[in-house]
């Protein structure tokens, strides 16, 4: 994959392995990082979140459309990282925005890809159906 689904895949394998390094190596200085609670700016708010959020997801649709916009329905499980207990489990999406070869904006989207989608000004239209090895 190349361009700017190949920074979120890249991305989302960081947050898998808690490489908070590698996660925030993928961010431009000034990230949103929108959450529940509001947003926030800067790549230190990524560093500490892979491994204190226990978060791992298996991605199921991505889409990608003509602007900087990218969206990823996932299967998330969280799981405890002191004892690797399980915490939960549920399909959500995230949104991204790409440019420059860096994630501008990330958002989880826990009511799930219709959200997400919408977000973003994406449709069904825009799912990447195929992946380049």
Same mark, same amino acid.
């Given at each position: 994959?190349?361009?700017?689904?190949?920074?979120?895949?890249?991305?989302?394998?960081?947050?898998?392995?808690?490489?908070?390094?590698?996660?925030?190596?993928?961010?431009?200085?000034?990230?949103?990082?929108? &959450?529940?609670?509001?947003?926030?700016?800067?790549?230190?708010?990524?560093?500490?979140?892979? @491994?204190?959020?226990?978060?791992?997801?298996?991605?199921?649709?991505?889409?990608?459309?003509?602007?900087?916009?990218?969206?990823?329905?996932?299967?998330?499980?969280?799981? !405890?990282?002191?004892? &690797?207990?399980?915490?939960?489990?549920?399909?959500?999406?995230?949104?991204?925005?790409?440019?420059?070869?860096?994630?501008?904006?990330?958002?989880?989207?826990? !009511? &799930?890809?219709?959200?997400?989608?919408? @977000?973003?000004?994406?449709? !069904?239209?825009?799912?990447?159906?195929?992946?380049?090895?």
């Amino acid at each position: 994959m190349t361009g700017r689904l190949a920074v979120v895949e890249a991305w989302l394998v960081a947050v898998d392995r808690a490489d908070a390094g590698a996660a925030t190596a993928l961010c431009a200085p000034d990230v949103e990082v929108v &959450g529940p609670c509001g947003s926030v700016r800067g790549r230190e708010v990524i560093g500490p979140w892979p @491994a204190r959020a226990g978060f791992t997801s298996r991605p199921l649709r991505r889409f990608c459309g003509a602007g900087d916009a990218v969206v990823v329905e996932q299967d998330a499980t969280w799981t !405890d990282p002191g004892t &690797g207990a399980g915490r939960g489990r549920a399909v959500v999406a995230s949104s991204f925005r790409v440019a420059g070869g860096a994630i501008t904006r990330y958002q989880r989207h826990d !009511d &799930g890809l219709p959200a997400a989608l919408a @977000a973003t000004g994406l449709t !069904d239209a825009d799912e990447v159906l195929t992946r380049a090895s």
